[in-house]
Nanobody
Framework: QVQLVESGGGLVQAGGSLRLSCAAS????????MGWFRQAPGKEREFVAA????????FYEDAVKGRFTISRDNAENTAYLQMNSLKPEDTAVYYC?????????????????WGRGTQVTVSS
């Protein structure tokens, strides 16, 4: 079992930055692909970014390319999502997820473990 806990969300003005963290316990994250997803009120959950378990290949949803960066620190058992140039449309609950030996894709069904989410609100 892997337990994931997100942190770092909050209220920020448009153009600002936040760094989300996803701390894992139970097992080491080094064998897991990590993904970030988000869900805005009244909308479906959508993929944001992912990083594979082995070579650290990254993959981003088009709307966040160039603004968001996913990374991982296996020694700290933590994944991160650095979010820059935030826009009001980035407002959502952000979830991290883990997929054992995963390639880091945008398919939510491939991820076995999920955190409870952290709220990000971007004001205009």
């Amino acid at each position: 079992q892997v337990q994931l806990v997100e942190s770092g969300g909050g209220l920020v003005q448009a153009g600002g930055s936040l760094r989300l963290s996803c701390a894992a316990s139970g097992r080491t994250l080094s064998s897991y692909a990590m993904g970030w997803f988000r869900q805005a009120p009244g909308k479906e959950r959508e993929f944001v970014a992912a990083i594979s378990w082995s070579v650290g290949r990254t993959f981003y949803e088009d709307a966040v390319k160039g603004r968001f960066t996913i990374s991982r620190d296996n020694a700290e058992n933590t994944a991160y999502l650095q979010m820059n140039s935030l826009k009001p449309e980035d407002t959502a609950v952000y979830y991290c997820a883990a997929d054992r030996y995963g390639l880091g894709t945008g398919y939510a069904d491939e991820y076995e473990y999920w955190g409870r989410g952290t709220q990000v609100t971007v004001s205009s």
